[in-house]
């Protein structure tokens, strides 16, 4: 894979050529929050900047999707008439990216994708169209502890190009195919470059303060973990609010819904949260989780145990810190890890 060089003065070039094949966004400004939005042709992106409050997720998996649409067309001899809905229109790149987000991406293509039979159509199109350029944390939040699971702040996972910021300039990585195809016009990187470039990599784990041990968790049995002490005190002050879930770049439980209009409807995947009651309701009025408990220990022993189970030891977390930041009653994912292992 190929390292380039791109100039900050010229990245608004670039991207405009990007632009010619593909709609781009990045993370903006907007009312003091900062937010993923467009980012218009000869536009340079910010460089300077924290996590998005939200993650990018929805560009893949967005809070409300149709799956497709129907008609009941009585004096119809088909009777239900199913219409597709159509696919992303138009390629785009997502400029930017923080590396945590884009290793989120690898993740849930694990979810989505696991095999032929869990396939999903709607997820694959998008990301097969969209071209992930990452941009190196070089100035990581004191909440960040990505080092600690399976990514960094200069993670290449799950990105097509990863950016690293060396002052008035970028050193561009190819990571895949369709990310070299993307820098191949840019010059090559000096060994200088490359140097500076390893060094901001040093320094910028090194500013990383927090880590988390997970080797109990992974050698204890999941009925050791699933029965711990710590669940009654874990989930004493949970609201259940779902902040946690809906800000999380690899949270990923929906429902779907029929709405209906006359003949016609649509069916709707929304975001859910394994934090509600009702997200696990049977139709019965029995409830698998039917305690706060139940549901919160479910999120972590998600997250930690049985996505690393099934998923070759991948985590299902990114270390992303928003769910730190944004919880109201300060519950730390950090603090709930030290227990689990502990
Ligand atoms: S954000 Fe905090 S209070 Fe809300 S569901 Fe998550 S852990 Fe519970
Ligand atoms: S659990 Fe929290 S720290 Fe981990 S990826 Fe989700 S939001 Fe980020």
């Given amino acids: 894979m190929s390292d380039k060089i791109l100039k900050k003065d010229q990245a608004a070039s670039f991207l405009a050529e990007l632009a010619q094949k593909r709609d781009l966004h990045a993370p903006a400004l907007a009312g003091g929050r900062l937010v993923w939005a467009p980012l218009e042709p000869g ?90 350029i990452a941009l190196a944390c070089n100035d990581p939040c004191p909440t960040c502890f990505c080092t600690s699971m399976n990514c960094g702040p200069h993670s290449e996972a799950g990105a097509d190009v990863l950016l690293i910021d060396l002052g008035d300039k970028l050193l561009a990585k190819g990571v895949s195919d369709q990310g070299e195809a993307a820098i191949a016009a840019l010059p090559a990187a000096t060994d200088d470059d490359l140097a500076a470039a390893a060094e901001a990599k040093q320094m910028a784990e090194a500013a990383i303060i927090t880590t988390v041990e997970m080797d109990q968790i992974n050698e204890r049995g999941l009925m050791e973990l699933y029965e711990a002490g710590h669940w009654d005190r874990t989930q004493e002050s949970c609201l259940n609010c779902g902040t946690c879930t809906f800000c999380c770049p690899t949270c990923h439980c929906f429902d779907i819904q029929d709405e209906t209009q006359g003949p016609a409807g649509r069916r709707v995947r929304n975001w859910d949260y394994c934090m509600s009651y009702l997200f696990t309701l049977h139709g019965s009025g029995h409830n698998p989780r039917g305690s706060k408990k139940d549901r919160v220990r479910q999120r972590f022993m998600h997250k930690f145990k049985y996505i690393p189970v099934k998923r070759g030891g991948e985590i299902g977390c990114v270390g992303c810190g928003r769910c730190v930041q944004l919880c109201p009653v300060n519950i730390d994912v950090r603090e709930v890890v030290r227990d689990m292992n502990a």
């Fill in 43 to 132: 536009q340079e992106p910010l460089w300077q900047f924290n996590n998005t409050a939200l993650s990018p997720k929805e560009f893949f998996f967005p809070q409300t999707e149709c799956m497709m649409r129907f008609t009941n067309a009585q004096d119809h001899e088909e009777g239900m008439v199913m219409h597709s809905e159509p696919e992303l229109a138009r390629e785009r790149a997502l400029v930017n990216m923080r590396p945590c987000d884009a290793k989120a991406f690898g993740v849930l293509d694990l979810i989505f994708c696991q095999d032929e039979m869990t396939d999903d159509p709607y997820w694959r199109d998008k990301r097969e169209k969209s071209l992930i």
